[in-house]
């Protein structure tokens, strides 16, 4: 490391964070460890931040120093030699140390980190896309052996200060921030998923300064369970903020409510498409020139804006919270979200519909609404919005398959802020009920000795088209055979896909339908005269039975109804001896009914069935639970034919 680029302060700061993990670590030796932790590979001894805020020259000062340690406990340990740390334009990077330790003759020995590199951080949301991580590749491991690194980095917008989190993949010993602040400076803090308060927190007065500082120590292992909302949900953090400063006997509010997140985002497009671009706003008529209504102007501008502009993630500084012109965007044919909502927006305005205005969003990954938290931390989306009547259309030009009218699945039950008569306005995005998601198929069936022959037709509407078109995307030949296959798999894996068809592939106002042929082997029973066969060959949600010990909510995209039909020709030669039952429940889960009927030699069995709870917390766990058990029941229940 170069440490001429660090500041003196720096040095004091980082001499602190070596001096206070020697202190920690001290008090345990390797093997109290070892039996403390007998099956992990690794753990971390500590995880700091200090914040140290000042006024400088009328402004915010904001450095924060950052310790890391862990300790490798086992030769697979070894294996995990890199650690990153991450940092931006707006929060820059002062400097940085890093070694391995190694414990000789009972003396600590360190191994500096000399192979280290910058890449670009993989993120989706749209603030801190210019994000850099530094991969730093540690020397010499071996158990026993620790890995330390530490980085001061500078917040240039005091907007952007961000949690900190209590938690990790692997066990942490110890965890803390700590903020200390000039005491004409006034901040704020939220605690999220600390129920029992095991967070301790103190605040003193040192050296003309408050000192605050939260830390938790003897933390386990965050549990990344499938389905789960993402950690935010569950793992304890802190989010803080400055609400306002005091220089020259002038006080500066920055964040503290809803009215002064609002006039900061504001600033960021209080000049935007301000001037007329002819060539945009020509083409705009002429596509929008065959559309009566208000409403059609819109959807043909958002349909054009989805198959036209390509969705390309890229910011830096500033440009994470600036959508760009429209007219660059034109030009250029690719942006990001911004730079949809901006060009949706503008185009609408020279379609004269004047009420498309952009709007600020946070994706379903943030468990936050403006009220917990009114930060940036609770924003990592923009759209467009379109006011109908009284009602609000989401335009979202990042997804290309879904339909006008419903918004992205991943924004539904959230909040978009937006201006709406020069005032911000919060509006909640609805969660799109389930059948307006259904799968409907119809599976027309024959017995052919052994065999189930089927022809069967299935239409996905809503988010079950979108997704799954944006997952098959321009797949072809095996390759597209084996994705639809996939989809329409009926009963065992002796299932047969011998041809299909598909249809509405480009027209997301209709069904993505799929016609189909198929036959089944080894499915049908028969014992002497007796044919046992089930029609239940698609188990619907049979597999989300939920774990006893599971510790995350359980989080579905989206709401689902399905609708299914499966027609038997019964044989001529055949009676039914055992029909089983209709079945019906609705709960606050799931609303099914299973019917069975009989015309003539053909036997129905109609199935409905519809999710109702998009999210489902830990109290939910044993009624869903209950609830799929009773599926599973009436799924196993099978239909005798016999042999006349």
Wanted: proline residues 3%; neutral net charge.
């Amino acid at each position: 490391m170069n440490w001429s680029k660090l500041s003196d302060k720096t040095s004091i700061h980082l001499a602190f964070f070596v001096f206070f993990s020697i202190s920690v670590t001290a008090q345990k030796s390797f093997q109290d460890f070892k039996n403390v932790y007998p099956d992990n590979n690794e753990i971390i001894l500590d995880n700091s931040e200090v914040y140290d805020i000042s006024i400088a020259n009328n402004a915010l000062k904001i450095v924060q120093d950052n310790h890391y340690e862990a300790l490798i406990l086992t030769q697979n340990g070894i294996l995990n030699n890199k650690e990153s740390f991450s940092y931006s334009d707006l929060i820059m990077l002062k400097g940085y140390d890093a070694y391995t330790v190694l414990t000789e003759n009972g003396k600590e020995k360190k191994i500096k980190v000399t192979q280290s590199n910058e890449k670009q951080s993989q993120q989706n949301s749209i603030f801190y896309n210019d994000v850099k991580e530094r991969q730093l590749i540690f020397p010499s491991l071996e158990t026993g052996a620790k890995k330390v690194y530490n980085y001061q980095n500078e917040f240039l917008d005091p907007h952007l200060l961000h949690k900190f989190i209590f938690g990790s993949y692997l066990p942490m010993e110890n965890a803390s921030i700590e903020i200390r602040t000039d005491k004409n400076v006034v901040i704020d803090y939220k605690i999220f998923n600390d129920p029992n308060k095991t967070i301790s927190f103190s605040k003193t007065e040192k050296k003309g300064k408050w000192v605050y500082k939260w830390a938790l120590t003897n933390i386990k292992a965050a549990k990344f369970e499938e389905g789960s909302p993402g950690y935010l949900y569950d793992v304890p953090h802190i989010d803080f903020y400055v609400k306002e400063f005091t220089a020259n006997n002038k006080t500066t509010p920055v964040l503290g409510d809803v009215a002064e997140l609002f006039n900061y985002y504001r600033g960021f497009v209080k000049n935007l498409n301000k001037t007329e671009d002819p060539d945009l706003k020509a083409f705009t008529l002429e596509l929008t020139k065959n559309s009566k209504t208000d409403e059609e102007k819109v959807k043909t501008i958002f349909y054009w804006v989805k198959e036209n502009i390509k969705y390309i993630a890229f910011e830096n500084g500033y440009e994470g919270f600036i959508p760009r012109e429209a007219s660059l965007v034109y030009q250029r044919k690719f942006g990001d979200c911004k730079d949809m909502a901006s060009i949706i927006s503008c185009m609408s305005n020279y379609a004269n519909v004047k009420d498309v205005t952009i709007a600020w969003i946070g994706t379903r990954e943030i468990p936050y609404s403006y009220n917990d938290l009114a930060t940036p931390s609770v924003d990592n989306h923009m759209v467009a919005v379109f006011k109908k009547d009284k009602d609000y259309i989401f335009l979202d030009g990042t997804d290309k398959e879904t339909r006008y009218g419903i918004p992205t699945s991943f924004i539904q039950g959230k909040e978009v802020l937006f201006n709406e008569n020069d005032q911000y306005k919060i509006y909640p995005v609805p969660v799109v009920p389930a059948n307006q998601n259904e799968i409907k198929e119809t599976v027309n069936l024959t017995i052919n000795n052994s065999k189930l022959v089927g022809t069967a037709k299935m239409e996905r509407y809503g988010y079950n088209r979108s997704h799954i078109l944006m997952q098959i995307g321009d797949a072809s030949n095996k390759t597209r055979l084996d994705m639809i296959k996939s989809l329409v798999l009926k009963g065992n894996n002796k299932f047969n896909l011998k041809n299909f068809k598909e249809e509405n592939l480009t027209n997301k106002d209709l069904p993505y339908t799929i016609d189909y042929d198929f036959d089944l082997d080894n499915y049908i029973v028969k014992v002497d005269k007796e044919i046992y066969v089930n029609l239940f060959l698609d188990r619907i949600l049979e597999s989300t039975t939920l774990a006893k010990d599971r510790v995350s909510q359980y989080e579905f995209d989206y709401l689902t109804q399905f609708t299914n039909q499966y027609a038997l020709e019964i044989p001529k030669n055949c009676t039914i001896k055992y029909l089983p039952k209709n079945f019906t429940l609705d709960n606050d889960y799931i609303k099914a009914d299973f019917t069975y009927q009989q015309k003539g030699n053909m036997l129905y069995l109609n199935v409905s069935l519809a999710q109702k709870k998009l999210l489902l917390n830990k109290t939910d766990f044993e009624p869903w639970n209950e609830t799929i058990k009773k599926l599973k029941t009436n799924y196993n229940e099978t239909l005798i034919l016999l042999e006349k």
